[in-house]
């Protein structure tokens, strides 16, 4: 039996959950597979899948084997893209993670332009507001905002956000400027609780206004909405409201009492020995972001 097939072959029903649809994305028989998952648990000595009529689940050893064959193959096909040149040209598919709408907005446009740039790549995006276990998840780049942890991950800093307060210029115009922090309690507020979940907000020189919000929204994306419509002020990531202050439609307020920024880096856990996929698109990805003047 040719062991790196099957291991193949095992990597990919536990994917899919599916002996036939293995088979097919494999481009063999539903027996050829059946008979190579058999022949893989007799040479182990343990069952690793469980079979029903209806559905195929890893048993315990399943789960464990499954992890060493997805870090074994991997190791296998990075020595092979070596051997073969592609840590020179960019080929394959590229997994790349960052927060939802940061994602959307400033990401998406780099990743696109990446794909424009080589067309023999392929890419995935995880835009998504929870922490990214980048390894355990397959993610080859992931954009972080916010001071990191010593993770041994390459990181390299493109930029800054920060966070502001802000509305419209027909708001401020009917209700005055702010001029301190205190100045908010006389305002109206619409405060995002995803962002913002506590009524307390800090500023410069341990400054701290407690907020009684007029309208909770579960967005950012509300909160901002309200505000260009000069319904009243709003606490975001600068970043979030990029286009509207472009645009004149926001205008940031109580700019000199604002917290220090926080950091945007772009991690690859590869390090020096990243294939040449991720150092391209690292390399692009620095250069978009770092020219962006909303960012620095």
């Known amino acids: 039996m040719d062991r790196w097939q099957a291991m193949r072959i095992f990597a990919r029903v536990a994917e899919t959950e599916s002996f036939a649809e293995a088979a097919r994305h494999m481009h063999m028989s539903a027996p050829a597979v059946t008979r190579a998952v ?3 648990e007799d040479l182990i000595g343990a069952r690793l899948f469980v079979r029903t009529t209806r559905s195929v689940k890893m048993t315990e050893a399943g789960a464990r084997y499954f992890e060493d064959c997805r870090r074994i193959l991997a190791d296998v096909a990075e020595a092979e893209a070596a051997a073969g040149g592609s840590y020179a ?3 394959g598919t590229l997994a790349i993670t960052a927060s939802a709408l940061f994602g959307q907005m400033y990401v998406l446009p780099i990743v696109t332009e990446f794909l424009n740039t080589y067309p023999a790549m392929h890419a995935r995006t995880l835009f998504i507001d929870r922490p ?3 390894v355990e998840e397959g993610v080859d780049v992931a954009v972080r905002i916010g001071h990191l942890r010593d993770s041994g991950f390459a990181a390299v800093r493109v930029g800054t956000v920060r966070h502001v307060i802000c509305g419209s210029p027909q708001y401020l115009e009917t209700h005055g400027v702010p001029a301190v922090p205190a100045d908010l309690k006389s305002h109206r507020i619409a405060a995002s609780t ?3 979940a506590s009524p307390e907000w800090r500023f410069a020189d ?3 206004v407690t907020i009684d919000p007029v309208l909770q929204c579960n967005t950012n994306e509300a909160a901002i909405t309200l505000a260009r419509a000069g319904w009243g002020l709003t606490r975001v990531l600068h970043y979030q409201i990029g286009p509207a202050l472009l645009a004149g439609e926001l205008k940031i307020v109580l700019s000199d009492y ?4 926080m950091p945007i880096h772009i991690l690859h856990p590869q390090g020096r020995n990243a294939p ?3 150092r391209a698109f690292v390399d692009m990805a620095a250069a ?3 020219e962006n003047r909303l960012l620095n």
């Open 38 to 40: 058999a022949a893989l």
């Open 89 to 91: 040209t960019p080929t």
């Open 132 to 134: 990214v276990n980048i």
């Open 194 to 196: 995803s962002a913002w």
């Open 206 to 208: 341990d400054h701290r």
């Open 258 to 261: 604002e917290e220090p920024p």
């Open 276 to 278: 040449a996929k991720v």
């Open 288 to 290: 978009r972001l770092r």
